[in-house]
């Protein structure tokens, strides 16, 4: 544990710095491409710590393979020539595992193990909890169906997002809207969203919630959440995970943009959408749900559906992914 816990503090912070300078790069990529990288980037900082624990789980292999690689920077004069000194030298210095173990005394590696167990089993419990939290809020629903109306409205952009059929509707006040399930996603809606809403506005809406879908966003965040229980502690690995719900948003708000007539409409009715939820102050939406106000940078939001100067297109931008993916 210690020995995780000392190396993710360190990695993790590299990893999200390297991030970062690769978001740069991408910055004229498409949102779905930035959301990769972040994505990439914490599974990064998830695994790099739990790689570097075999020297600690497997300390005779380790050592091993040190003394194998180090032994052979001895010269032998009947075994190799002089002039293969320099060579050879160089080489044991490149192959050696440049490994330094930290050691604490027992008494503080006793207490940082304890501590950082607690906080995993604290997390867990947490994460348990938003779930439990989660089912209820689906539960609660299967008894607020909506108009015809509005149903229609579902399938007819459930259509257009090419899903396999369309997710059902419900009202419940408090919350939404969002989208909640992972295998039989549903739409929940506040009853004074449906009652004050332009027809644009509710179409708005449904579209985002369906890109969310489309996407596999909800699926998608349990995985993050379960990936980061390790490294939650860490202050780069809170930057990471809010750089993938912004570029989330943005993604979705990209998709559900082009399904309606224009980017100029959609922004339109993300502000009135917001306007309209803004007395609501119940309106926060669970942990491991989607919603269409997930996040509270909307500036940034409306800047990216108005932004009129050219964009990567979509082979440069899966080429540059991929290119800073695989560098990170």
């Not at 194998?68 to 490149?94: E, Y």
């Not at 939404?176 to 929940?188: E, F, K, Y």
């Not at 995985?223 to 948003?249: D, G, M, Y």
Request: positive net charge; glycine residues 6%.
């Amino acid at each position: 544990l210690v020995t995780f816990l000392v190396n993710s503090i360190v990695q993790v912070a590299i990893i999200a710095g390297l991030a970062l300078l690769c978001s740069v790069v991408l910055r004229r990529a498409a949102a779905k491409y930035q959301y990769a990288l972040w994505i990439a980037a914490l599974l990064l900082s998830s695994l790099l710590p739990l790689w570097s624990l075999k020297s600690a789980i497997f300390p005779a292999a380790s050592g091993r393979v040190y003394d194998t690689v180090a032994g052979t920077d001895r010269w032998r004069p009947n075994q190799a020539h002089p002039k293969d000194i320099v060579a050879l030298g160089l080489w044991s210095r490149l192959s050696q595992p440049h490994e330094e173990q930290l050691s604490f005394p027992p008494a503080i590696t006793v207490v940082l193990a304890g501590l950082y167990a607690a906080f995993l089993v604290y997390r867990v419990v947490c994460l348990g909890f938003a779930w439990r939290h989660t089912r209820k809020l689906y539960d609660a629903a299967g008894n607020h169906s909506t108009s015809e109306t509005v149903c229609s409205l579902v399938e007819r952009n459930a259509k257009a997002f090419r899903l396999k059929r369309a997710p059902r509707i419900y009202v419940l006040d408090g919350i939404g809207p969002l989208t909640v399930g992972a295998r039989q996603p549903i739409l929940l809606v506040p009853a004074t969203f449906l009652e004050t809403a332009s027809e644009a506005d509710l179409d708005s809406a449904v579209c985002h919630e369906l890109a969310h879908i489309s996407r596999r966003d909800f699926q998608m965040n349990l995985i993050c959440e379960l990936a980061s229980l390790a490294v939650s502690f860490h202050p780069a690995a809170w930057l990471i995970k809010s750089r993938i719900n912004q570029t989330r948003e943005l993604a979705c708000d990209d998709l559900a943009a082009e399904k309606l007539s224009t980017p100029t409409l959609y922004a339109g009715a993300l502000l009135h959408i917001a306007q309209s939820l803004l007395a609501d102050s119940r309106n926060v939406s669970p942990s491991l749900a989607q919603g269409l106000f997930d996040t509270g940078d909307m500036e940034r939001r409306i800047k990216n559906l108005l932004d009129k100067r050219s964009r990567l297109g979509k082979t440069w931008g899966r080429v540059l992914t991929l290119t800073m993916v695989g560098g990170l």
